[in-house]
Nanobody
């Protein structure tokens, strides 16, 4: 069973930056892609960004393009999300998720990390 652990959330003022990380453990070669999702209070969970196991393919939601960057750390089992020029509407619990090759659904999820952006 793949396990995912997020870290690095916190509080920042609008315009600031945060980096959050997702460390995977267990049978990590099973992972084809790792994604970040977020859920704000009273809203549905939404896709933020994803990256394939080899870092070749990355995807972003339109709302974060040009501000967020997803990458793999030197430790290839860790995925980072660098968030710049943060806005109050970025406030949410950010979840890391992973999926197998050929799967449309993300099978493994972390517990989430809170990101709060004040105006």
């Amino acid at each position: 069973q793949v396990q995912l652990q997020e870290s690095g959330g916190g509080w920042v003022q609008a315009g600031g930056s945060l980096r959050i990380s997702c460390a995977a453990s267990g049978p990590t070669p099973s992972i084809y892609a790792t994604g970040w999702f977020r859920q704000a209070p009273g809203k549905e969970r939404e896709f933020v960004s994803s990256i394939t196991f080899n870092g070749v393919m990355t995807y972003y939601a339109d709302s974060v393009k040009g501000r967020f960057t997803i990458s793999r750390a030197n430790d290839e089992d860790t995925v980072e999300l660098q968030m710049n020029n943060l806005k109050p509407e970025d406030t949410a619990v950010y979840y890391c998720a992973a999926r197998k090759a050929g799967a449309l659904e993300y099978a493994w999820w972390g517990q989430g990390t809170q990101v709060t952006v004040s105006s």
